[in-house]
């Protein structure tokens, strides 16, 4: 194996992601070459260096310049929609979600007019004719509740000054 060759493997073997005959023979090389072997070594120590130092938060503007530079580079790897897309607007579940429903809605229209009637209207029921009847109590009724509302309003009133007062 060439130095050059060497240099270029170095990262990956330092990572730990070079296995196999290609770490093999890099182990090789680097046992006869001074040169390599320091190299090797520098780049050990500058890893080890750089791995101790503090990683520092980026500014918060940076994040949102981040954020709109991913949605612009998704935006740009989406495929192009097929040719048959632009003749059907709405996607296919909602295609098939608008033929259920048009299908529920024949088939309760079907069953809805299978010679089943509506009931006659009849007249007023006994309890609705007294009610009628009698409208005025109902009415002055409402109007007494009303009155003892407000009454327990007073007396709720009342109690919250007393309350202050102490």
Sequence with gaps: MRCDEVQALLI???DGELAGPLRARLEDHLAGCGA????????????ETAAALPVPEPPAPYWATAREELARRLRLRRPPAPRWAGLLPLRPWALAGGAAALLLAL?????????????????PTPEEVALLRNLEVVQDLEL???????????????LASRGRAT
């Design 144 to 158: 007494l509740e009303q009155v003892d509302i407000l009454q327990h309003y007073e007396l709720l009133r009342t």
């Design 12 to 14: 990956e073997a330092a």
């Design 36 to 47: 390599c072997r320091a190299e090797a070594a520098a780049l050990r120590e500058l890893l």
């Design 107 to 123: 088939a309760a229209a079907f069953l809805a007019s299978r010679g089943v009637s509506p009931p006659a209207p009849s007249g």
